[in-house]
T-cell receptor, first 118, second 115 residues
């Protein structure tokens, strides 16, 4: 059975701290690993990773994938209260086919709830 | 642009009642999805559609039906609601252009309570 496991499930830090969120996956037909940020409502896309060892960066957030060890990390440096959210990791797999092509489906982890205190 | 819009945003039902959640997207996306999100369970795929007139089952399809009569709309129906269907429902859509990029665009969610 495909699964995606995130750790820790929750984390409380103070502004200015650096945090590392973990995501491990065991899936068949892996295609990519995605990170989303979910505040009060809809998840919003952060990163998509397909290749090992290549860091993706956006401001204070960065992420990297290790396809050999089957995990990814999301780093947030100099955290701010606005970083408080649930961070979702998802593995995209080839699961269903239609119209002559294979298309991916996303398997989500349970999320890490990050709370940043002033 | 509106993006992905879900209606209603909140609903309370009694056991056995039926209802339909509507999802509309204005991005001309081929793919649309319905997820449910429960505490401690993450997002789980209920049904999805890879184009107008097509639907397929996801991980947790039991008790739900869907229809995609128009490309921009994806409806999720509960024929006989049960308390186990109390959840937050998210609709999402994605591009297709020679391959799925993986990025989903989510609606803001619909909170459903079944008493």
């Amino acid at each position: 059975e495909d699964k995606v496991v995130q750790s820790p499930l929750s984390l409380v830090v103070h502004e200015g701290d650096t945090v590392t969120l973990n995501c491990s996956y065991e899936v068949t037909n892996f295609r990519s690993l995605l990170w989303y940020k979910q505040e009060k409502k809809a998840p919003t896309f952060l990163f998509m990773l397909t290749s090992s060892g290549i860091e993706k960066k956006s401001g204070r957030l960065s992420s990297i994938l290790d396809k050999k060890e089957l995990f990814s990390i999301l780093n947030i440096t100099a955290t701010q209260t606005g970083d408080s959210a649930v961070y979702l990791c998802a593995s995209q797999v080839f699961r269903f086919k239609n119209y002559g092509g294979s298309q991916g489906n996303l398997i989500f982890g349970k999320g890490t709830k990050l709370s940043v205190k002033p | 642009n509106a993006g992905v819009t879900q209606t209603p945003k909140f609903r309370v039902l009694k056991t056995g009642q039926s209802m339909t959640l509507l999802c509309a997207q204005d991005m001309n996306h081929e793919y649309m999805y319905w997820y449910r999100q429960d505490p401690g369970m993450g997002l789980r795929l209920i049904h999805y559609s890879v184009g107008e007139g097509t639907t397929a089952k996801g991980e947790v399809p039991d008790g739900y039906n869907v229809s995609r009569l128009k490309k921009q709309n994806f409806l999720l129906g509960l024929e006989s609601a049960a308390p186990s269907q109390t959840s937050v429902y998210f609709c999402a859509s994605s591009y297709t252009s020679g391959g799925n990029t993986g990025e989903l665009f989510f609606g803001e969610g619909s909170r459903l309570t079944v008493l």
